[in-house]
């Protein structure tokens, strides 16, 4: 490992002025046609790559964007992270990814990180729908800031997400379908918007339907909590006719438990979800679940991030995108499939 490759090194290699390679590489200013050729070969071979934070003090545009997660390690983060940056891509900038590890604390740290590294806008999934507010509010002051997928109290940012109210809506619609007349919901504190949007969703869609208070468990969003939930759930007694978990990773600790215990998944209960992560096709039977326009949602990012930059003025805007419902075999009867 050697020093970093300068633009001086790449204008001597290929026999031109420093200023001549730094219009060339830039691709500021007519420069002879042979001499920019001089110049692009010679920063292949020296496998010059610019100085991204020196360019943004000139500029003051890096090119980069700052993406803060709750917890990086929910695979659908991950999904959510994949699909911003191609996005990003199409538009020649890359992005920045942050972990808060699920705590306001550090997610405040992470928007002054961001921050100081020159972003030119950030994207925040809130960990808190009232914690993560003042941080973000105060980012909003200086750059443009699109929350995703979860809101936050905060101002002056736009909002990009899903409807969580159709999501469970379609959910229950489909259970009611199949014969579930008894539904227990497995799911997070309403500690988020998306947590609490799809508790309330629940209520809402299976009013008038037996239930029971066991049949409500609130923790986080986890495959652990998952498991820990459907213990309960079977140590509380007679069980509903479904279960709806408020996202796949709690549906794949449910889906387990039910398995130890040999209860079948479809034919004595029915277990169906929301997120649809890849790994809901590789376990048995694979999860019925609701599908988020990801790709859609993060092209709506990248253009109000930069309608924001071109008119930091402008009214805040709330997209929500309609999801749909992805039908497998934790839901469907077995002569279904």
């Known amino acids: 490992m050697g020093r970093r490759v300068t633009v001086k090194d790449v204008a001597a290699a290929a026999n031109v002025s420093p200023s001549t390679a730094s219009r060339v590489l830039s691709g500021q200013g007519d420069v002879d046609p042979e001499m920019a050729r001089r110049v692009t070969e010679a920063s292949s071979r020296l496998r010059y790559s610019a100085n991204v934070m020196a360019r943004a003090l000139r500029t003051r545009q890096s090119d980069t964007i700052g993406v803060i997660v709750p917890a990086i390690n929910n695979p659908y983060f991950v999904g959510v992270v994949e699909a911003l940056e191609q996005a990003l891509a199409k538009t020649g900038r890359s992005l920045i990814l942050c972990d808060a590890r699920d705590d306001v604390d550090t997610e405040a740290r992470r928007i002054d990180l961001l921050q100081n590294r020159m972003v030119d806008g950030l994207v925040i999934i809130p960990v808190s729908e009232q914690g993560s507010a003042p941080a973000i509010s105060a980012a909003a002051l200086d750059l443009p800031v699109v929350q995703l997928d ?79 939930a459907t213990a309960r759930l079977l140590a509380s007694g007679p069980m509903p006719d479904a279960i709806v978990c408020g996202a796949d990773v709690i549906a794949l600790g449910v889906l387990t438990s039910l398995r130890l215990a040999k209860i079948d998944v479809p034919s004595q209960i029915k277990v169906i979800s929301h997120d649809n992560l890849s790994i809901s096709t590789m376990v048995s039977p694979q999860l019925t679940s609701i599908r988020q326009p990801l790709d859609v949602m993060a092209e709506e990012v990248v253009y109000l991030l930069d309608a924001r930059a071109k008119d930091f003025e402008r009214p805040t805007r709330k997209s929500v995108f309609t999801p749909d419902l992805v039908v497998r075999e934790s839901t469907l009867d077995p002569e279904s499939y």
């Open 150 to 228: 979860r809101i936050s109290e905060a101002g002056g940012t736009d909002f990009v997400g899903s409807d969580d109210f159709e999501g469970v809506r379609l959910s229950i619609e489909h259970l009611k379908s199949h014969g579930a007349n008894t539904f227990a919901y497995i799911g997070a504190l309403s500690t988020t918007s998306t947590a609490k949007n799809r508790l309330r969703a629940f209520h809402d869609q299976t009013n008038g339907h037996p239930s029971s208070p066991e049949w409500i468990l609130l923790g986080d969003f986890s495959t652990d909590w998952g498991r820990t």
